[in-house]
């Protein structure tokens, strides 16, 4: 019936960034619009594909985007214009070779029902498996997953025995870096929000402990109590006072695998580190990261993730929202908390 589509003129449902900000993300720094009309092919000569959004993902990342900064690794998105991030899409019609019509993709599309993609070299096919979610495919084996997995084994560079701490833990990377932990021989302890995600870590994930950081009102003497020995790995979602806190924690010659700092999206609240000399007299490797840098690992990961899942030995917990609409809500909820594991929106089935 898609395929009958090609050629034709359809409404596409967008969601427009609006305005940079450095304050606290709002729902009104985006909206959506109606109305806007799209021809479903792509054109001789373009090399594009026109694909349908089937996934959406929702990335902290993106919040670096949503700011007038030029100097990062991304550009900032362009007010007026659509969204632009992961997603899992099906094309619907073809002027690039190495696709055709009916083929499942991964990789940067727009946030909006259909898309014409001219960066095809970014966009990856999907073998689809009967026993794998498709959503999954901008989770556990899409960008999240991939960067928990190189920055635990190439970036921690973990030994079996090893104290790792996770914080973030039951987020999108966090929740899979326990597991593989916990699959390497490790000892783990993550921190979550909510007292709902702190049981989910230790009843579902597997993790050896977990707390609710906004119960603590010392962190510092937190990471003391779940790691008397001290810690080998900390692998920071959040940056701020939990990188300082840790930083006292750490035993000589642990490791920081730095790959979120959501306590700083905002970038207006001063902050001060008071245990920084921790990095000299213990001999602490600090490193930053993009999955990027690993790529060519990437077909390595997907092997070794899928055996794990289809084996059991790793689960997998998505937030799925369902309608493009439900977007900028979903967005902002990441800063909240309010998601429990991956963030996904659905906005078409196949």
């Known amino acids: 019936m898609e395929i009958d589509l090609v050629g034709k003129t359809m409404e596409n449902k967008q969601i427009i960034f609006k305005r940079y900000t450095n304050e606290s993300v709002q729902e009104t720094d985006m909206e959506l619009k109606l109305g806007n009309p799209i021809k479903l092919e792509a054109p001789k000569g373009s090399n594009a594909v026109l694909v349908k959004n089937l ?80 959503s999954y495919h ?17 970036v921690c560079a973990p030994k079996k ?59 510092e003497s937190a990471l003391t109590r779940y790691f008397p020995q001290g810690i080998d790995i900390y692998f920071d979602n959040v940056g701020g006072g939990m990188l300082d806190a840790a ?48 790529i060519h690992l990437y077909p390595r990961f997907l092997e070794e993730i899928t055996g794990y899942y289809k084996q059991g030995k790793i689960v997998y917990i998505e937030n799925m929202n369902h309608g493009i609409e439900t977007s900028p809500a979903a967005f902002v909820g990441l800063f909240s908390g309010k998601n429990v594991g991956k963030q996904v929106i659905c906005v078409a089935t196949e």
């Open 55 to 134: 996934y959406l993902s929702c990335d902290p990342y993106m919040r670096g985007r949503m700011r007038d900064f030029h100097r990062s690794y991304i550009p900032p998105f362009s007010p007026g214009s659509a969204i632009e991030g992961l997603g899992v899409s099906k094309v619907l019609d073809s002027d690039d070779p190495n696709f055709k019509r009916g083929d499942l993709v991964t990789g940067y599309t727009n946030w909006e029902e259909y898309t014409l993609i001219k960066k095809t070299n970014e966009l990856r096919k999907i073998q689809q498996d009967d026993g794998i979610p498709l």
């Open 138 to 154: 901008v989770g556990l084996l899409g960008m999240p997953g991939f960067t928990a997995y190189v920055g635990f084994y190439e």
């Open 161 to 219: 025995g090893d104290y790792v701490y996770v914080s973030a833990a039951s987020g999108a990377v966090g929740q899979l870096v326990g597991q593989l932990a916990k699959l390497h021989g490790c000892y783990v302890v993550g921190s979550a929000g909510t007292s709902q995600k702190v049981e989910l870590l230790k009843n579902k994930l597997g993790f050896d402990e977990a707390f609710n950081y906004n119960d603590e009102s010392d962190l």
């Open 247 to 294: 930083l006292a924690n750490m035993r000589a010659h642990g490791r920081v695998a730095i790959c979120g700092m959501v306590s700083q999206n905002n970038r207006t609240d001063p902050q001060s580190f008071r245990n920084m000399f921790s990095i000299i007299s213990k001999r602490i490797t600090i490193k930053g990261f993009l999955q990027s840098d690993f």
